[in-house]
């Protein structure tokens, strides 16, 4: 297969522009003549089917939460990039690009890269339009701060709610779109299948969560903005429901999965309590701007933090790194959290996390400041600690976040099935293998604004679409393959819990293939992963039945394809013998510990074809070309 | 620490619910109330029975997916709180509590404690945004916004639409999440167009939907996991008032329903 990426050449500048024209138009009045289905209603797939609503395009949206503002877009706490330059600091669209492509360690391709940079702007004017509250100062004006390694401040924010503000806007133009009956939503309806006819993407399966019901759907374009697979790893930031079944069963139905190995490791959790624990939850990066992180500077040292004095303690990231300090980039936060703990210094009662002090900064700015930037933040880590990180520094430790990886596409967003498209964190494109802070909410918003309902027009205006309906083979079959599964998943007749086997799926996963990965190592997961995924179809207990409201069901379904995606990534984890980014391999790192590229083999996007369950997939490269930012050893020093 | 829980069992909204009693044997401080359930679910699994139904997502205190009663207050005893974010620490061994879901007319219960919520996202849709189409945009700074209207704006617009202030409320008013929304867009200047027109929709359609009406009791701001103030719905009553007196479109025509007296109705 080979891979065209529909990269425009020419001057970077003005290639989206030079593209966007050479994109063929659908004429408006036969929009409402398409059918788009968009699954998922976060700040990707929430905008594109507004947008593509207001367009005049016939919409059919769907989630499994109750309703479209749940998406756990909702969760992202920090802000959103644009380069602006509001604050006069040497900022520019070619700076944000700049930084995108060097945070990425030089995994990801220019164009998407500068794109991505271009639109930031656009989507804080949009913002700002629908209403999104953004911080402001007295004049009136926008607020910015530096944010996750930024060394301008271009991050527009709303306290430490942004995503939940920005999905509210996109949430409130989709309803709009509700009410004017150009988009129909579906939600607590989950994507089981993705059904493609004649080679191109026609239509869905879905699950109704309440009554059972499957049910066929056919447009002539299918959307996938259904969120990253860090859940895979059981343990993560990401929603209890976040799950990967619409990229893996659309993987199975022939579109590449490119980068699986590239996940995130956010540096600033709190840390695990106990076996029950369920999930984990992010405190903001930007935090790190006013906290210090430290450990002990011996190991084993039980006092309480209070009582170490200055002297004894190893700010380990401003030791390390004196020019970026606690600044640096997720994965070398992470990395070094994790290398103290494994020397013994790590605290709090499993010795896995590392001390966040804003002892200096309050007695710096004042209570009154840092309650004013951070309050919401102490105060949810009071709730879920019991402790007071105004006078007792907070503990963190790193977990999966984010996963870069995701279903490959081209520049037009479109996947290798013709007619299907990927947004937002489901799909590759953006960060590389590294995404910076307050990026994933601008890629969404890019994506979902001002990429896709542009691309989709070219698709649908130049391709001819035979008319099918749901009793097509191709749908009779997909909706036959989904019961059989679920029939199976219930008739199992196990005993041990979906929740078990995904937990010890995630602890595989979270050793092996986590933070620091070796080619031992994930050759022992990848021999583990097929038995273990044996086990859960003959040992598994799904209680209940098909057509009530089965939560077990539910994620009986996404787990049976974590394990899929499992194996997928360790093998690609393997195959990639570098480190960069979130992929650390022990056996590639400089004499300093830092993560060593490997770009004369390694300078390409990972895409996986799938050759059947057990089958090892197929590898597609597609070469990555620097022609601006070129490839340097990432120093943070 | 031994929890004792009555909870509410409905298999489906046509079904007859009724209270079942359960034991947590071992729950402990650091666990979330949901992560109990968790315990509680996985054992009920391993004996063979059907865990309990709830409805929950982020566990962040975010998304607004989760939320029921606990011994008669919605999400539990811990103010601005939801109980995702609510902790075992705030009980003690031996607590007996009673978990029922949000009783609402306009909430049908879908399963045991959780319910269907989608007339929150109708009111949305009647009128809860500011009509800019993507690609509209002038640009950010070009309105100035002054500071405390932009932080009363999102004071107001950090409603999560979970539901508490509908299920404590003895009228089953969706009054404070209703004006939540026209508080947060009535304080902008990028609202302002659309001011009159938006009250005057959601009011109508939240009546159609089947809530009641605010007597001003204020139960909905005392368990609201995101403290907004009652303040919300002065400002919807104001604007939907003013829109009487200025605006361009009556409430009569805009609805089937026309203007009711308050009604304590709703509750079922």
């Known amino acids: 297969m080979e891979l065209d990426s529909k990269t425009p050449s020419g001057p970077i500048e003005t290639r989206w522009d030079r593209h966007k024209f050479n994109l063929k138009l659908v004429n408006p009045a036969n929009k409402r003549k398409y059918t788009i289905i968009v699954v998922g209603t976060g700040l990707a797939g929430g ?42 600091d040497g900022d520019s669209v070619y700076r944000l690009f700049y930084d995108t492509v060097k945070g990425g360690d030089f995994r990801a391709r220019e164009s998407n890269v500068y794109r991505l940079a271009q639109l930031s702007v656009n989507i804080i004017d949009q913002c700002v339009a629908q209403g999104v509250p953004f911080a402001r100062e007295y004049s009136g004006y926008l607020d910015n701060r530096s944010f996750g390694g930024a060394q301008v401040s271009r991050t527009f924010y709303a306290r430490g709610q942004t995503g939940q503000q920005l999905l509210l806007g996109a949430y409130q133009a989709l309803e709009r779109q509700i009410g004017a009956g150009t988009v129909r939503m579906f939600p607590r309806h989950e994507m089981l299948e993705l059904v493609v006819v ?45 799950n990967a079944t619409a990229i893996w069963r659309a993987y199975k139905r022939g579109a590449l999965f490119a980068n699986p190995c ?213 749908f009779r079959d997909a909706e036959n393959q989904v019961t059989c599964q679920v029939k199976r998943l219930l008739e199992t007749g196990g005993a041990r819990s979906v929740d078990s086997f995904h937990r010890d799926l995630g602890k595989l996963l979270w050793e092996y ?37 089965n939560q077990s069901l539910e994620k009986a379904g996404r787990v049976a394809d974590f394990f899929e995606l499992a194996e997928l990534i360790c093998l690609d984890a393997l195959d990639r013998s570098e480190s960069c980014g979130g992929h650390f391999r022990e056996e590639y790192q400089t004499p300093e510990g830092e993560a060593l590229r490997n770009d004369e083999q390694y300078s390409y996007t990972a895409a996986w074809e799938f050759k059947g369950v057990g089958q090892p997939p197929a590898l597609h490269k597609e070469p990555l070309v620097f022609e601006y930012v070129h490839p340097s050893q990432r120093s943070y020093k | ?45 391993a004996k063979g029975e059907e865990p309990v139904a709830f409805d929950h997502d982020c566990r962040e205190g975010i998304c607004g997916m989760c939320g029921f009663m606990i011994s008669g207050v919605a999400h539990g005893p811990l103010k601005g709180t939801t109980v995702c974010q609510l902790h075992m620490r ?80 003895p009228n089953a008013s969706a009054a404070l999440f209703t004006g939540a929304k026209i508080a947060h867009l009535g ?29 001003n009791i204020g139960e909905c701001e005392a368990v609201c996991p ?40 709703g509750r079922r």
Not at chain 1, 52 to 75: K, T
Not at chain 1, 228 to 242: F, V
Request: one cysteine or more; a negative charge; aromatic letters at 10%.
């Open chain 1, 47 to 88: 905008s594109a089917a507004a947008t593509l609503g207001e367009l005049g395009y016939n919409v059919l949206n769907f989630c499994y939460q109750d309703s479209p503002r749940r998406a756990h877009s909702i969760a992202a706490q920090g802000g959103i990039n644009a380069a602006k330059n509001y604050r006069n």
């Open chain 1, 198 to 242: 004649d080679g191109k993407a026609r239509g869905i399966v879905t699950r109704d969560m309440v009554t059972g019901k499957f049910e066929s759907w056919v447009a002539d374009a299918v959307v996938l903005a259904t969120g990253g697979y860090g859940n895979a790893y059981y343990l993560s930031t990401n929603a209890k429901g976040c």
């Open chain 1, 262 to 474: 590239f996940t995130q490791i956010h540096p600033t959790c709190i840390p695990v309590t106990g076996e029950y624990q369920s999930k984990l939850t992010l405190m903001s990066e930007s935090l790190r701007n006013d906290g210090r992180i430290w450990v002990p500077l011996k190991a084993g040292d039980k006092r309480s933090p209070n009582s170490i004095p200055e002297a004894e303690r190893d700010y380990f990231l401003e030791r390390k790194y004196p020019s970026f300090g606690n600044l640096v980039p997720r994965d070398v936060a992470s990395r070094n959290a994790k290398a103290v703990c494994d020397e013994g210094r790590g605290v709090g009662e499993s010795g896995l996390g590392v001390y966040l002090d804003f002892r200096e900064a309050i007695e710096r700015l004042g209570k009154h400041v840092i309650r004013e930037r951070y309050g919401n933040l102490f105060d949810m880590y009071e709730r879920i600690t019991g402790e007071d990180p105004y006078n007792v520094p907070m503990r963190i430790y790193p977990a999966i976040h984010y996963t870069m990886g995701g279903l490959w596409v081209d520049y037009n967003l479109m996947s290798t099935i013709p007619g299907m498209y990927v947004l937002g964190e489901a799909n590759f494109s953006d960060h590389g293998a590294n995404r910076l802070g307050a990026s994933a909410l601008m890629q969404g918003l890019a994506d979902g604004y001002f990429v896709l309902p542009y691309t989709i027009g070219d698709y649908l205006a130049g391709t001819k679409l035979p008319k099918v309906d749901a009793s097509h083979a191709a």
């Open chain 1, 513 to 549: 293939c986590g933070m620091s990965r070796t080619a031992e190592g994930l050759k022992h997961a990848l021999g583990e992963i097929p038995g273990l995924r044996e086990r859960y179809w003959r040992e598994v207990r799904v209680p209940g039945t098909n057509e009530d409201f």
């Open chain 2, 1 to 45: 620490m031994r929890i004792i829980l009555h909870v509410w069992r409905q298999r489906n909204a046509t079904e007859k619910g009724r209270m079942v009693r359960y034991e947590v044997a071992e729950a402990n401080q650091e666990m979330s109330f949901l992560e109990m359930l968790d315990v509680l679910n996985e054992d009920l699994i």
């Open chain 2, 90 to 169: 705030h009980f003690k061994d031996g607590d007996e509590l009673y978990l029922e879901p949000w009783r609402a007319k306009a909430f049908p219960v879908i399963r045991d404690l959780a319910v269907d919520r989608g007339a929150f996202d109708r009111i949305i849709a009647a009128g809860g945004f500011i009509s800019a189409s993507t690609g509209s945009a002038p640009e950010a700074n070009s309105i100035p916004v002054p500071k405390d209207d932009a932080e009363l704006a999102m004071d107001a617009a950090a409603c999560i639409g979970c539901g508490a202030c509908v299920a404590m409320c």
């Open chain 2, 187 to 215: 304080r902008l200047p990028q609202g302002q167009p659309e001011r009159e027109r938006r009250a005057i929709a959601m009011v109508a359609q939240a009546n159609a939907e089947g809530f009641g009406s605010c007597t």
């Open chain 2, 226 to 265: 995101k403290e907004i103030k009652l303040e919300a719905i002065a400002r919807m009553n104001h604007d939907f008032l003013r829109a009487a007196w200025v605006g361009r479109e009556s409430y009569r025509e805009d609805s089937e329903e026309t203007v009711e007296e308050p009604k304590a109705g």
